[in-house]
C-alpha cells in the first residue's frame, strides 16, 4: 500500500551559501536536486528544511531552498537569542515554524536560553521548538521542557535512557520524530511502540536526508521499519497526518502558549 508521506526532517547542504565546520566536520552538499530526487522514489509531497550544526545562524540558505520548493514546505531554523521581533516575523512569513537548539552537535543557542528564546519565538510568531538532544540528559531538563509552549525531539531521542521522562513529555503532548534509525543506539521497534502508546499523535516521520555522520544512511526500509512496529493502520498518521498537523501547514493560525 501506497502511503502520502510528509518528511518532517531533512537537511539541505548548498555549497553556495556559509557552511561551518563542526568539530572539524563538513558535510558533502546535498542540494534541492539532490533531495527532489528522493522526493520522487518515495511519494514525498511535502516537508520540513531542519537547519544543521554546520549552517550556524546563516538563514539565507533556508530562505532560498523554502522558496525553491514551495509552500508545501516549511522550516526550522537556528537563531540566535538577541534576534528582533521583527527578524522573527520576517522568518515566520518565509516558512520558518520553528527555532531549534542542537544540544548534541552545538551550531546553535545553548540550553541557558531554552526558555526564554523558545517562549518569545512562540509568542511572536507561534514558533515551536525543536531539540536535537540525547535522552541521557532529559532528566535533567525535564522542569525546563514541561515549561515549553509546543516542543519536539529529534530521532527518538538518540538512546533508550530516561525512557519514562520522554513517555512523560510525549503524553503532555511532546512530538517525537521518527527519524535518523542509522545514528540511534536504542531498539527502534521498541521505541516506537512506547511513543505510539503513549500518544498516538506524537511520532512524525522523517527521513533525515541525507543523514550526516550516522552509522548508515536512510532507507525506503526504515519506512517498512514503521509498519513492521505499529502496523499499517497507524502509517497514515506517523508518515503524513501528525507532521502536517504540528508544522500547521495550510493554516496562518497560530497556536496558543501551552497548546502542546
Known amino acids: 500500500m501506497t502511503h502520502a508521506i510528509f518528511d518532517s526532517h531533512f537537511h539541505i547542504i548548498d555549497p553556495r551559501f556559509p557552511l561551518i565546520p563542526n568539530d572539524g566536520y563538513l558535510p558533502p552538499e546535498f542540494t534541492l536536486d539532490?533531495?527532489?530526487?528522493h522526493m520522487k522514489t518515495l511519494g514525498i509531497s511535502g516537508g520540513v528544511v531542519v537547519s544543521g550544526s554546520f549552517q550556524g545562524f546563516d538563514q539565507m540558505y533556508l530562505m532560498n531552498a523554502l522558496r525553491e520548493l514551495g509552500p508545501e514546505f516549511v522550516g526550522v531554523a537556528n537563531l540566535p537569542a538577541d534576534i528582533p521581533d521583527s527578524g522573527i516575523e520576517e522568518l515566520a512569513s518565509a516558512g520558518v515554524r520553528a527555532v531549534r537548539f542542537n544540544l548534541y552537535r552545538g551550531g546553535s543557542e545553548g540550553i541557558g536560553k531554552l526558555l526564554r528564546l523558545s517562549t518569545r519565538v512562540a509568542a511572536v510568531a507561534g514558533m515551536h521548538t525543536e531539540l536535537y538532544v540525547d535522552a541521557t540528559d532529559l532528566d535533567a531538563l525535564e522542569p525546563t521542557l514541561a515549561q515549553l509552549p509546543r516542543v519536539s525531539i529529534d530521532h527518538l531521542g538518540m538512546s533508550a535512557a530516561n525512557r519514562q521522562v520522554l513517555l512523560r513529555l510525549v503524553e503532555r503532548g511532546m512530538r517525537v520524530k521518527a527519524t535518523g534509525f542509522g545514528r540511534v543506539?536504542?531498539?527502534?521497534?521498541?521505541?516506537?511502540?512506547?511513543i505510539h502508546t503513549a500518544n498516538p499523535t506524537a511520532l512524525m516521520f522523517g527521513s533525515d536526508l541525507p543523514s550526516t555522520r550516522a552509522r548508515r544512511p536512510f532507507a525506503a526500509t526504515d519506512i517498512s521499519l514503521i509498519a513492521e512496529a505499529l502496523g499499517e493502520a497507524a502509517l497514515p498518521a506517523v508518515l503524513h497526518e501528525n507532521g502536517r498537523s504540528f508544522y500547521r501547514m495550510g493554516s496562518d493560525a497560530t497556536p496558543a502558549l501551552g497548546s502542546w
Open 185 to 194: 543506539t536504542l531498539d527502534v521497534v521498541e521505541a516506537l511502540r512506547a
Open 34 to 37: 539532490h533531495y527532489r530526487s
